[in-house]
């Protein structure tokens, strides 16, 4: 760890850190304001989405979601906190170390007197700083707006908690993942569309995976490992398809490692 | 011990060739000239020094440490000026150096002030704003700065003009009196010939000559100008003779070996003009690459 590295990245990340941030921040306090008013008109919802192929139902994740509850609702807006929080891991998996070969810094960087590991545990740190950043914003937000516009309703403050630290693990597989691919693959010229594609990915399988439930897609996407109906019906982790994320983000990151290690760094020319 | 100790280093990008069989010593207090063109493999060999890509084979010590295994270590003590200049772009010329200077132990404000000053450069532009000459600058200064025992500089003249390729060489050679030992790769003989004390040639991934400049110079070979009439190629077709080329009126080539040979040649006939002279490296090492 060398903490003038940490401090350049936590810099120049600051920015991507803010927006991101925001975006979630309005995300949950916006859509949660709608609350009220879907909760009162709770039957006439129920009846509509009873119109929708159950298929289309489970491709929201609005299967096992109650909308005219606390949770139910924002377990629905959840799914797409949980989309931009994807997005922006991955943006930082992928753009941890080939950002400098990308901007062609890495001969500036890796000709200082630092080993690889030193210089991507302050980057992974650093990157790391920053989601906490912004889940700290989401859990604020969170308790801000569940609070201002829940009315008379009651919820239950631990499952709250658990689809909040949930967040964080999630984001900690996109982080990995999009990391491992950046060393894997020769060059990442541009960051944002291997982190969207990533993000959608994913996204797209858990909803593909809802629609086909005796299909077994669930096992790849952190979407379903995370899912916050099952979270709030359970009031619970599904704990080996957490493992199963939290395992792969380990495994990723501890590959990451050891190739970042052994990389030739290419030429700029 | 030699500061730079490289045996049988050997490269592969995949199937294709870097550098084969690469070895050579530079030692202490020298400048090391290395030239070769474009292709040849100069950048390669200062990037596995540099421990920014791995060997394929053979082994390398800088300080008497390992590339490999004591890639740290070896770069506290090294500048680095890289052909292409890239930095943040985003960063001040101020900010860039002290996050470069931050990496080492000690305070070089003073010696940022003195070396900006030198090159001028100015310290609160943008790196984005710079020209590439100025940003070569910035590289020179970057690389200076932390006072390192040895310097890489990959044809570091690029880009500069010639009142400040003669600073950058002044600079250069007050580090060198200093004790700095310098590796010199350029594919511009003109200016290794005027810094280095010693060359290695490398052609095609492989080392094809490394000798003093002096001697290279010297010693082996003559450049021979014979101007007269009805000259015949064939006359001067004795051992040591190489690339003999006719050209209006005049005969041209090189000769390594005994000179008394050819001015015997030369003595028995009626010449217009002679010119025996120390070719320039740049003949010397077109010599190697034919």
């Known amino acids: ?269 | 011990m030699s500061i730079i100790d490289v045996t049988n280093l050997t490269k592969y990008y995949g199937k294709s060739r870097g550098i084969v069989d690469v070895s050579f010593q530079v030692e202490e207090g020298e400048i090391f000239g290395f030239i070769g063109p474009n292709g040849a493999g100069k950048s390669t060999t200062i990037r596995l020094l540099l421990s920014l890509i791995h060997p394929t084979s053979g082994s390398a010590r800088v300080f008497d440490l390992d590339v490999v295994t004591q890639g740290p270590e070896i770069r506290r003590n090294i500048g680095y000026l890289p052909s292409e200049v890239y930095y943040y772009e985003g960063m001040k010329v101020i900010d860039l150096l002290r996050y470069s200077a931050s990496f080492f132990p000690g305070d070089f404000t003073k010696r940022m002030h003195e070396l900006s000053e030198i090159m001028e450069l100015e310290l609160n532009r943008r790196i984005s704003d710079l020209s590439y000459g100025n940003k070569k600058k910035v590289g020179i200064v970057q690389g200076l700065l932390h006072s390192p025992r040895l310097l890489f500089l990959d044809e570091p003249t690029a880009g500069l003009d010639p009142l400040m390729q003669r600073k950058f060489f002044n600079l250069i050679r007050e580090e060198n009196a200093r004790g700095v030992t310098v590796f010199f790769s350029s594919h511009i003989l003109g200016e290794v010939q005027r810094l280095c004390t010693r060359v290695g040639i490398i052609r095609e991934g492989r080392m094809a000559e490394i000798s003093d400049i002096r001697s290279l110079q010297q010693n082996n070979y003559k450049k021979v100008r014979v101007m007269a009439e009805g000259l015949d190629a064939d006359l001067f077709q004795i051992p040591g003779v190489t690339n003999i080329q006719v050209e209006d009126g005049s005969l041209n080539f090189f000769f390594k070996g005994d000179i008394n040979l050819v001015l015997q040649k030369i003595g028995g006939m009626r010449v217009e003009d002679v010119t025996i002279e120390e070719p320039t490296l740049e003949e010397i090492f077109m010599h190697y690459y034919e």
């Open chain 1, 1 to 269: 760890m060398n903490t003038n590295i940490f401090r350049h990245e936590l810099r120049s990340r600051f920015k991507s850190v803010m927006v991101w941030s925001l975006a979630v921040l309005l995300l949950v306090v916006l859509f949660f304001g709608f609350f009220q008013g879907f909760a009162d008109e709770a039957d006439l919802m129920n009846q509509m989405l009873e119109k929708f192929p159950r298929e289309m139902r489970a491709a929201f994740g609005l299967d096992n979601l109650d909308l005219a509850s606390v949770l139910g609702f924002y377990g629905f807006i959840f799914i797409f906190v949980q989309l931009c929080l994807a997005i922006q891991a991955g943006n930082y998996g992928f753009g941890l170390v080939s950002i400098e070969e990308s901007e062609l810094t890495a001969d500036f960087l890796l000709t200082k007197p630092v080993s690889r590991t030193a210089v991507m545990t302050s980057k992974l740190v650093a990157a790391v700083t920053g989601l906490i950043l912004t889940n700290l914003v989401l859990w604020v937000g969170s308790f801000l707006a569940i609070t201002g516009f829940r009315g008379e309703r009651e919820y239950e403050l631990k499952t709250l908690i658990l689809i909040l630290v949930s967040g964080f693990l999630f984001q900690m597989f996109f982080l990995g993942v999009g990391l491992l691919i950046s060393l894997l693959v020769k060059r990442v010229r541009s960051v944002t569309p291997y982190g969207l594609g990533l993000g959608f990915g994913m996204y797209v399988l858990s909803a593909f995976s809802g629609m086909f439930s005796d299909v077994k897609l669930e096992i790849l996407t952190p979407f379903k490992h995370f899912d916050p109906g099952y979270i709030i019906q359970n009031n619970a982790f599904d704990a080996p398809l957490v493992m199963l994320s939290v395992g792969v983000a380990i495994i990723s990151i501890a590959l990451s490692y050891w190739l970042y290690n052994r990389r030739d760094v290419p030429a700029v020319s």
